[in-house]
Structures are given as structure tokens and as C-alpha cells.
């Protein structure tokens, strides 16, 4: 079954970090560039973070730089999201897409 899952959401206080995960089955993730977005309560999906599909370019959003980080490991069919200094704005919840395919989602929680 050809599919992205996203993993690693949850509760965590303003300052602290999360790390998502997007695996893919079904086909190779390393084809592809892999994009993270985000969708808050009552806003529009917005683009996060991408990484190209060998890893040399990324692109974030100005509101998570120097705090975000998006890699790729392609051995395990994986790209990651590290977030840091997290604040209550980044509350949403979060999908990878690649392939045309999106993920199902997972909360990420930031409380004051």
C-alpha cells in the first residue's frame, strides 16, 4: 500500500521540542521531495519546511527558521521534522506530503 505516515506529535510546553517523523511505504521516499505543512484550528494548511530529494536544499517558512529543522534519511525511507523552542502558534496539526500523497496527520500541542 502506497502511503505516508506521520508520527512523533503530542503535548509539550512553550520552549520545548518535538521531533515528527513521515515514513513511507510503498514506494521510495528518496525520489522525491518531501514537504511538511500544518494546519491550525480555523487557518489555512500552510507549508513548513521541504527538503529536496537528496537532502542539499531546504526551505522553511520565516515563522519556524533557526527553529525548525527538516533531514531525510533515505537508508530508512524517512524525513523528519525537529522542532524547537516551540510556542503556542505552532499548535496545528501536522502532514508530510510527498508523491502527491498526504499523510493523515499528527497533533502537535503547545501550551503557555
Known amino acids: 500500500q502506497v502511503q505516508l505516515v506521520e508520527s512523533g506529535g503530542g503535548l509539550v510546553q512553550a520552549g520545548g521540542s518535538l521531533r515528527l517523523s513521515c515514513a513511507a511505504s510503498g514506494f521510495t521516499l528518496s525520489a522525491y521531495t518531501v514537504t511538511w505543512y500544518r494546519q491550525a484550528p480555523g487557518k489555512e494548511r500552510e507549508l513548513v519546511a521541504l527538503?529536496?530529494?537528496?537532502?542539499?536544499?531546504?526551505n522553511y517558512t520565516d515563522s519556524v527558521k533557526g527553529r525548525f529543522t527538516i533531514s531525510r534519511d533515505n537508508a530508512r525511507n524517512t524525513v523528519s521534522l525537529q522542532m524547537n523552542s516551540l510556542k503556542p502558534i505552532d499548535t496545528a496539526v501536522y502532514y508530510c506530503r510527498a508523491q502527491g500523497l498526504w499523510g493523515q496527520g499528527t497533533q502537535v500541542t503547545v501550551s503557555s
Open positions: 527538503i529536496n530529494f537528496d537532502g542539499t536544499k531546504t
